[in-house]
């Protein structure tokens, strides 16, 4: 929705190409996750982060508070990694819940 | 993977028939949500429970869901009366306690025709 805008909505790549998914957020984000879903609906985690940064294999995000954005980059992508990106965040005075974006659909291909 | 349970894993009902779905969270988590996708757009949330009371839900799930956590081991999502745009795919997500890592289960994929 507005609250949590991603970008791109679609995204080709080429296997062992390099990217980067963002998200821009309109409310005071406290916290965000990264998700990966999979064509039969599942929902992978990827990342959980307060303000700063984080690595795991050839995936690194970054959440800066202060400027209201998220991002996801993406190293060497392989086909694998095709499937659709949602960022979500937790709102500063909302409830628990997590307000996600529309997601980045990503096709990695050989 | 986190051990967060679904099941149906597919729901069929037919237009004003009653539907429920069950959720069991994590071992240990006191959070659970249940959020509504469409044709894999973003997820919507429904409702946010908190050691099996409801904190946070929205209007359509007051006016028309059936939402309880009998116990810490269990939740059920139910649809009183079956509505061709209730055809989704239902997640269940549990956390720790409020504002920590969520989880989410495989879902629950209704089709209402």
């Known amino acids: 929705g507005d609250k949590v805008k991603q970008s791109p909505s679609a995204l080709s790549l080429q296997e062992g190409t390099n990217s980067a998914l963002r998200c821009n957020f309109s409310?005071?984000?406290?916290?965000v996750q990264w998700f990966l879903q999979n064509p039969r609906g599942s929902l992978i985690n990827l990342f959980y982060l307060v303000p700063g940064t984080k690595e795991n294999g050839r995936l690194k995000s970054a959440f800066d508070s202060k400027e209201s954005y998220s991002t996801l980059h993406i190293r060497d992508a392989q086909l694998e990694d095709s499937g659709t990106y949602f960022c979500?965040?937790?709102?500063?005075?909302?409830?628990?819940?997590?307000?996600f974006g529309e997601g980045t659909k990503l096709t990695v291909s050989s | 993977d986190a051990a967060v349970t679904q099941k149906p894993r597919y729901l069929i009902k037919m237009k004003g028939q009653e539907a429920e779905m069950k959720c069991i969270p994590e071992?240990?988590?006191?959070?659970v949500f249940w959020y509504q996708q469409k044709q894999s757009k973003e997820l919507k949330f429904l409702i946010y429970f908190q050691n099996q009371q409801p904190l946070d839900q929205i209007d359509m799930v007051k006016e028309r869901f059936s939402a309880v956590c009998p116990s810490s081991s269990l939740c059920s999502l139910g649809i009183r009366t079956c509505e061709a745009e209730d055809s989704a795919l239902y997640l269940c997500s549990s956390s720790q306690s409020a504002n920590t890592e969520v989880f989410f289960g495989k879902g629950t994929r209704l089709t209402v025709v």
């Open positions: 979500a965040a937790e709102s500063q005075g909302g409830s628990a819940k997590l307000i």
């Open positions: 409310i005071a984000a406290t916290t």
């Open positions: 071992k240990g988590h006191t959070a």
